[in-house]
């Protein structure tokens, strides 16, 4: 009985700190944003889309429109001169 419980908790434990690597993992690559808008922008264009589903909550909604407002900004190119 103690050594089913035993293995229990080491197989939690190991469960645990795998999905804390992969968490870690993902966070540490997504942090780059060295050239945020390089692959969503090409040419003065937005290439991407952003999706929102018919029950998204309204902080969804809110969060997609923001991204757009930042990739148009992204997109805009400054006229010499100005």
Do not use: H
């Amino acid at each position: 009985m103690r050594f089913q419980k035993a293995i229990k908790k080491i197989m939690a434990l190991g469960t645990g700190a795998t999905m804390m690597g992969a968490t870690l993992m993902g966070a540490f690559a997504a942090a780059d944003l060295a050239n945020y808008p390089a692959p969503f922008i090409k040419d003065g264009k937005f290439n991407g889309v952003l999706v929102v589903g018919d029950k998204a909550a309204a902080e969804d909604v809110i969060g997609v429109s923001d991204i757009a407002i930042s990739m148009q900004f992204a997109a805009t190119k400054e006229k010499p001169g100005k």
